[in-house]
C-alpha cells in the first residue's frame, strides 16, 4: 500500500493539545465504516497524523469534514455523537452537528 502524505498544519505542526483519534473510534463516534474515514483521509479531506505507522486522525478536522458532507452528517446524527447532542445541550455551532434553533 503507498504511504500517503500527511497534511500540513497551518502552524506546520499539529497542535499538542489537539484531539486525535483513531480511525476506528472516529468511524464509531460518527456512525460511518472505517473505509469512509480512509477514503476521506487518502482524499485529502481529512487531517491526520501518523504514530507508529497508525492514522491518528484530528477531531477538528473530522467536525469540519462531517459538516460539509450530507450524508455523513446524516449517519452522525442518527449513529453517532450527534444522537446525544441534544441531552448534552451543545451551544456552539462549530461541533453541534445541528443549526440552533431560532427564536421568533
Known amino acids: 500500500m503507498p504511504k500517503l502524505p500527511t497534511l500540513p498544519h497551518?502552524?506546520?505542526?499539529?497542535?499538542?493539545?489537539?484531539v486525535r483519534?483513531?480511525?476506528?473510534?472516529?468511524?464509531?463516534?460518527f456512525?460511518?465504516?472505517?473505509?469512509?474515514?480512509?477514503?476521506?483521509?487518502?482524499?485529502?479531506?481529512i487531517r491526520y497524523i501518523v504514530v507508529r505507522g497508525r492514522y491518528q486522525v484530528l477531531f477538528e478536522s473530522?467536525?469540519?469534514?462531517?459538516?460539509?458532507?450530507?450524508?455523513?452528517?446524516?449517519?452522525?446524527?442518527a449513529n453517532g455523537?450527534?444522537?446525544w447532542v441534544e441531552q448534552w445541550k451543545?451551544?456552539?455551532?462549530?461541533?453541534s452537528p445541528r443549526p440552533p434553533e431560532r427564536k421568533t
Open 10 to 18: 497551518p502552524k506546520n505542526e499539529p497542535d499538542s493539545t489537539s
Open 21 to 29: 483519534v483513531s480511525v476506528s473510534e472516529a468511524a464509531r463516534l
Open 31 to 45: 456512525g460511518v465504516n472505517a473505509r469512509t474515514i480512509r477514503r476521506a483521509i487518502a482524499s485529502g479531506e
Open 62 to 77: 473530522l467536525v469540519a469534514w462531517s459538516q460539509r458532507q450530507a450524508t455523513v452528517r446524516n449517519k452522525r446524527d
Open 81 to 83: 455523537i450527534g444522537q
Open 90 to 95: 451543545i451551544k456552539n455551532p462549530k461541533f
